[in-house]
């Protein structure tokens, strides 16, 4: 998807599809890599999921967020 310009208003990349009824319609919608899809997730149930606290989901979002740093990484290596 190409960057939508924005003044700092809402812009179109915060509508959501009328058909959406979930979570992972969103993720599906957006076309989200696994690992940021679970970081969507975590961001959205922040401290509410039984059993987990908002440590854990903090440290899932970290995880995630470093795995897809070190994938985006080797992208670029490779197409360099």
Known sequence: MAPVKSDGGSTSYYNI??????????I???RMEFGIGNIFKACYRLGEKDGTSKRYDLNKIIFFAQRELARMDREEAAQS
Do not use: G, R, S, V
Not at 19 to 26: R, V
């Open 17 to 26: 599809p009328e058909y959406a009824t979930d979570l992972q319609d969103l």
């Open 28 to 30: 599906e919608h957006k």
